[in-house]
């Protein structure tokens, strides 16, 4: 099975700043790859899907970039609302793995 | 405008069985695969089980495969999971997934699996 592999586990930023998350796939998945937003207590909210596609109503802030194994969500400039954990998960084929998730705080 | 709502959870002793479902509204149920998710108490996301539409097509994670058995009726828009054989460590918030990957989620129901 393909594992879904995702860094760092947590960071802390300061408001404004430019943050970078990335995941990477044991296979190549070409670009299945989705990206959530999960806020404490609060149901998944998909961000972006086949990689790079904003969902619609997502802040511009928010993009995911790559293809094949290697994948990057960035927040070009973090709010303090933007504080939640972040998963990947991959989507071509069963089984669709998360990836562990990235705890964004505000420094 | 998408809907899903999941119910049939609860508390439920170890070895026993319980049967969740999701109701679908606001789009063509029969046109997309579904899925089931779960969250464990402070812990990350788990996919668990994807039907096809037709539900000709089942999958599952490994870690419920042989216990967990998803199914829809696709007459009544509705997905199920069944669950047998539960453990302590499928306590987790269970939620029901259009198109996983690309669609919406709904607010899910919490499994209890204690005695």
Same mark, same amino acid.
């Given at each position: 099975?393909?594992?879904?592999?995702?860094? &760092?586990?947590?960071?802390?930023?300061?408001?404004?700043?430019?943050?970078?998350?990335?995941?990477?796939?044991?296979?190549?998945?070409?670009? #299945?790859?989705?990206?959530?937003?999960?806020? &404490?207590?609060?149901? &998944?909210?998909?961000?972006?899907?086949?990689?790079?596609?904003?969902?619609?109503?997502? &802040?511009?802030?928010?993009?995911?970039?790559?293809?094949?194994?290697?994948?990057?969500?960035?927040?070009?400039?973090?709010?303090? @609302?933007?504080?939640?954990? #972040?998963?990947?998960?991959?989507?071509?084929?069963?089984?669709?793995?998360?990836?562990?998730?990235?705890?964004? @705080?505000?420094? | 405008?998408?809907?899903?709502?999941?119910?049939?959870?609860?508390?439920?002793?170890?070895?026993?069985?319980?049967?969740?479902?999701?109701?679908?509204?606001?789009?063509?149920?029969?046109?997309?695969?579904?899925? =089931?998710?779960?969250?464990?108490?402070?812990?990350?996301?788990? =996919?668990?089980?994807?039907?096809?539409?037709?539900?000709?097509?089942?999958?599952?994670? *490994?870690? $419920?495969?042989?216990?967990?058995?998803?199914?829809?009726?696709?007459?009544?828009?509705?997905?199920?999971?069944?669950?047998?054989?539960?453990?302590?460590?499928?306590?987790? $918030?269970?939620?029901?997934?259009? *198109?996983?990957?690309?669609?919406? =989620?709904?607010?899910?129901?919490?499994?209890?699996?204690?005695?």
């Amino acid at each position: 099975d393909i594992q879904m592999t995702q860094s &760092p586990s947590s960071l802390s930023a300061s408001v404004g700043d430019r943050v970078t998350i990335t995941c990477r796939a044991s296979q190549g998945i070409s670009n #299945y790859l989705a990206w959530y937003q999960q806020k &404490p207590g609060k149901v &998944p909210k998909l961000l972006i899907y086949v990689a790079s596609t904003l969902q619609s109503g997502v &802040p511009s802030r928010f993009s995911g970039s790559g293809s094949g194994t290697d994948f990057t969500l960035t927040i070009s400039s973090l709010q303090p @609302e933007d504080v939640a954990t #972040y998963y990947c998960q991959k989507y071509n084929s069963a089984p669709l793995t998360f990836g562990g998730g990235t705890k964004v @705080e505000i420094k | 405008e998408v809907q899903l709502v999941e119910s049939g959870g609860g508390l439920v002793q170890p070895g026993g069985s319980l049967r969740l479902s999701c109701a679908a509204s606001g789009f063509t149920f029969s046109n997309y695969d579904m899925s =089931w998710v779960r969250q464990a108490p402070g812990k990350g996301l788990e =996919w668990a089980s994807t039907i096809t539409t037709s539900g000709a097509g089942t999958y599952s994670a *490994d870690s $419920v495969k042989g216990r967990f058995t998803i199914s829809r009726d696709n007459s009544k828009n509705t997905l199920f999971l069944q669950m047998n054989s539960l453990r302590a460590e499928d306590t987790a $918030v269970y939620y029901c997934a259009k *198109d996983l990957g690309q669609g919406e =989620w709904g607010r899910g129901t919490l499994v209890t699996v204690s005695s």
